[in-house]
């Protein structure tokens, strides 16, 4: 997402009761945040939120992050999170690549990627946040049974991670190239970009998965 950057963002966000201004005091101890013990869901770059603050909307029995890394972005999100009476949702302005500082090994119950940017040059793989490296993230803090669900329009993307993921050790569950059209759209949140490239006529991609289990 490119936004110019908006004079006084960072304090705004440092003073913000929606971010959490110290993750890592809270690793492990997320359930104490939210004053239950609720299951634990992750948008990773949730740009302006609507996807991560309809889905807290709906489901006051799950507890949700949404991380932005850009201060400029997540300034938009708070705008909207502000007018909303959410005991379930905070945000954290870090990069998704930090994570395993933040979360303990099996503290997470689904990750969500939404229209994660695609970096199509070879030598950037590695910023693709379905990459090897994210994989491992993602591994070393979802429960054994957690979800990684992936919605794109980009179709190089989603090819590289129907890939990519199953390399890594992990099981696509279900997957589809056309998701409004699909059994797979029951129950869907839109986010932003969504609602943006379907009108457009893109078709949706989305992949659901979890890692292998030892039995
Ligand atoms: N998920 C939203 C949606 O679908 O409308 C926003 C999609 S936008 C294309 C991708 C967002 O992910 C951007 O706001 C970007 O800053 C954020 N992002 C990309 N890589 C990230 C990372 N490593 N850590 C945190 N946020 C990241």
């Keep these: 997402m490119r936004l110019r950057h908006i004079k006084g963002a960072e304090q705004q966000i440092a003073e913000s009761p929606y971010v959490i201004q110290d993750p890592a005091a809270l690793k492990g101890r997320w359930n104490e945040q939210f004053g239950n013990d609720h299951p634990l869901e992750i948008e990773v770059g949730m ?51 930090e994570m395993a500082s933040y979360f303990a090994p099996g503290e997470v119950d689904r990750i969500y990627l939404n229209f994660s940017d695609p970096w199509p040059k070879d030598r950037h793989a590695k910023r693709r946040l379905t990459s090897p490296v994210f994989l491992q993230v993602y591994d070393s803090i ?24 199953p390399e890594s050790g992990w099981n696509i569950l279900d997957s589809t190239f056309d998701l409004h059209h699909s059994p797979m759209a029951e129950g869907n949140v839109m986010t932003e970009y969504e609602t943006k490239f379907s009108s457009e006529g893109k078709l949706i991609c989305k992949l659901v998965a979890s890692r292998n289990q030892s039995f």
């Design 47 to 97: 740009g302006k939120g609507k996807f991560i603050m309809d889905l807290a909307a709906a489901n006051p029995g799950i507890n949700y992050l949404g991380i932005e890394r850009y201060s400029s972005v997540l300034l938009r999100a708070l705008q909207k999170r502000a007018e909303l009476e959410l005991p379930n949702i905070f945000f954290l302005c870090i990069d998704a690549a």
């Design 142 to 165: 979802l429960k054994p049974d957690g979800l990684l669900e992936f919605k794109t329009d980009n179709r190089g993307l989603f090819e590289y991670s129907l890939e990519s993921i």
